[in-house]
């Protein structure tokens, strides 16, 4: 596992940023997430089981359908924790994987699910900040990232750098929950949110805080359209946004021409 301490200087350094509910120092965002994530990594894959009764299979697969691996294509999938998107996006054809994640434990445990499948050529893994990609301008085909972006401290700096990694006609898909469901889904949604997954945390991982910041993490997540703006902005051209399962998750997809 490759390691990096890239740092681009133009982020902000001090400030307030949403994490969950609270408002904290933008200094401490990172290690918070961090911490969230060492926590549950042992138990992760699982819990993304129980918690969306599989369903989340069936989002990532709709992700690597539209990215159409090829035998010619590499992909980026940054966040990409455990591996599935990365595995997935090999198995169905691509070249080369490479997940870039913060998290040394989610890597870790990705790296021992791979290895207790007796998966021989898995992704290669980086251990990186989305916001500071240790990958060279232009040279993949594809940037992914599942369920990451909500955690990302950085948030423009980080599309912009999965717009920097990707060759001009690149694709870039974005995976993540967002706050724009379905009005009828909203009351049971929201009980399932704020009542059953921190309970569901607690007796899996023994962490009910870390799975009440991922509902609370959905609900400061931009509406749809403002983040298309911010992936314009970021430079990616043919935005189109498709949700799933009652705009529980959304697909935002853009393109580096
Ligand atoms: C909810 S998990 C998603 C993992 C995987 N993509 C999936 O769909 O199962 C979020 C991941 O984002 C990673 N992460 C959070 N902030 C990050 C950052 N600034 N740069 C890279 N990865 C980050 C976490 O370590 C964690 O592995």
Redesign the pocket.
Known sequence: MESSTNQRSDAPESGKIDFGFRRVDVADH?GL??D??DSV?RR??LM?DLMSGGL?RVW?AALQDRLKPQSDMTLL?????????AEGFLKRGGRDAII????RE?LTAGMDRALDRGNARGPGRIC????ALPVARASVEACS????L?????RTD?LAEMHRVLKPGGHFIC?EFSPAVLTQLKTIYDTYSFKVLPWLGQRVAGDAESYAY?AESIRKFPEPEQLATEMRDAGFGNVTQTPMSGGIVWLHSGWRI
Do not use: P, S
């Open positions: 990172t997430v961090r969230v994530f990594a992760y894959d993304n989340h990532k999938d940054v966040a990409g924790g455990t591996g599935d998107i870039c994640d913060i998290n989610m990186g900040d989305a916001a990232i599942a369920f990451g909500r955690n990302v401290t950085r980080a995976l991922l």
